[in-house]
């Protein structure tokens, strides 16, 4: 998996159709409003006693957002009214409050990531009072590859921010920058210096972050090759040890801030598969090892490790190497993965303030996994984080005949396979060079709710 693929245009123009990221299977949309409060802490009953208690992942959701980035599809809330973050942060650790006595104190709590919106709408003092709660009502792993993640805006991280971070346990940060191109930044209105984001990442280093990671997405309007490749260049330079290249995913009917985009100024589907051609020679280059999906990752990163070590892990924060956590989320529209089971908050404030402010937790919707679910879970969670699937491995751990249980799924793989993207064996089902951008194609075959009728379809983002 680890090698830069090869970049074929006509197959990837081929199979750009719509399709799940498959940051879990089921996919959110199979969530149901019939999962509620009482089935998470069910969950968190039947998890506390497994023989071997899974650690936890924290993930908080901090919706607020200072300015509307055009191209944005985030669950976030456009303010500059600062006295919002300080009412949210109170039900926050409520809901913190709320969920800690449901894990048994010897379930470490491994990986922590706040999200959003803009997680710096907290400001430093805001966000050490959010991590004592989680301190006080969970317990903390004093092991040396714990996690402590931030997402930040580098418009709006202030001096001395970065070294609180790093006092309160942060390690691992992520920067929004999508383009530096004065006209891009300008179509999508995100006004981002290189400078003030060089600073960022400089601080983050100064202060012994272990690893900072770079967002850039491709198929923005205006966007060049020469204006896309300096972009890459500067990002380069600054040798972040991680990049997500996404690309863009224009549905404006789903994302109401994308409206205010040119649909003229977009680059015609040739120019946006030169665009990621670009990126993906720029960063081969470089010393970029492909983890999968759009991320990359440079070779002594933990990513690029877990990868080589079979350990890697794909969840709603991406790739991570912590498999073996159980995911706790919270705030707004925040999901979690426990046990055999996911959980949504609800997506729109009001609603999750309501159920903090009568003290219940506010669960909206989720579904417990059957067997097949989790079979099929296994078995994707193989394809994207690895590009294969040991199929006697497989067997042995869910009891079937996979021949059998898999030939219609098997049957689906069949064009694919006569186009070089995957190769299947008796023992072993391996994403090519030639499929490696496309394993979320390659994923599909086996997702049972794609050829489900469905009461109202779900939609899905292309796959370039």
Known sequence: ??????????????????????????????????????????????????????????????????????????????????????????RLVREVAMLGPL????????????????????????????????????????????????????????GGDIEALAFMGFNRASLGVQDFDPAVQAAVNRIQSVEETQAVIDACRRHGFRSVNVDLIYGLPLQTRAGFGKTLDTVIATRPDRLAVYSYAHMPQLFRPQKQIDESQLPSAEDKLGLLQLAIEKLSAAGYRYIGMDHFALPGDDLSIAQEKGGLHRNFMGYTTHADCDLVGMGVSAISHVGDTYSQNPRDLPS???????????????????????????????????????????????????????????ARLVPLQADGL???????????????????????????????PQAEPARFSKAI
């Open 422 to 452: 995957v190769e299947v064996s008796p023992t072993r089902i391996t994403a090519t060079s030639r499929g490696r951008l496309l394993l979320r194609i390659i994923a599909a075959c086996f997702d049972r709710y794609l050829y489900q």
């Open 103 to 158: 894990f048994d104190r010897d379930r470490e709590v491994l990986q922590i990531h706040l999200g959003g919106g803009t997680p710096n709408f907290f400001n430093a003092s805001q966000i050490a009072e959010l991590l004592e709660s989680f301190n006080t009502h969970f317990r903390f792993s004093q092991s040396p590859t714990r996690d402590f993640s931030i997402e930040l805006d580098p418009r709006f991280v202030e």
């Open 1 to 90: 998996m680890a090698a830069i693929p090869p970049f074929d245009a006509d197959l990837l123009r081929r199979y750009d159709r719509p399709g799940p990221r498959y940051t879990s299977y089921p996919t959110a949309p199979q969530f149901k409003p019939g999962f509620g409060a009482a089935d998470f802490a069910r969950a968190a009953r039947l998890s506390n006693d497994d023989p071997i208690p899974r650690r936890l992942s924290l993930y908080a959701h901090v919706p607020f957002c200072f300015s509307p980035c055009f191209y944005c599809g985030c669950n976030r809330i456009i303010t500059r009214d600062k006295s919002r973050a300080g009412t949210y942060l109170s």
């Open 352 to 410: 999750w303030e309501i159920a903090i402010d009568n003290g219940h937790l506010p669960t909206w919707r989720g579904m417990q996994l059957d067997a097949d679910d989790n079979l099929r879970a296994d078995l994707i969670q193989q394809l994207m984080c690895q590009g294969e699937v040991d199929i006697p491995e497989l067997e042995e751990r869910h009891e079937i005949n996979f021949g059998v249980y898999f030939a219609e799924d098997l």
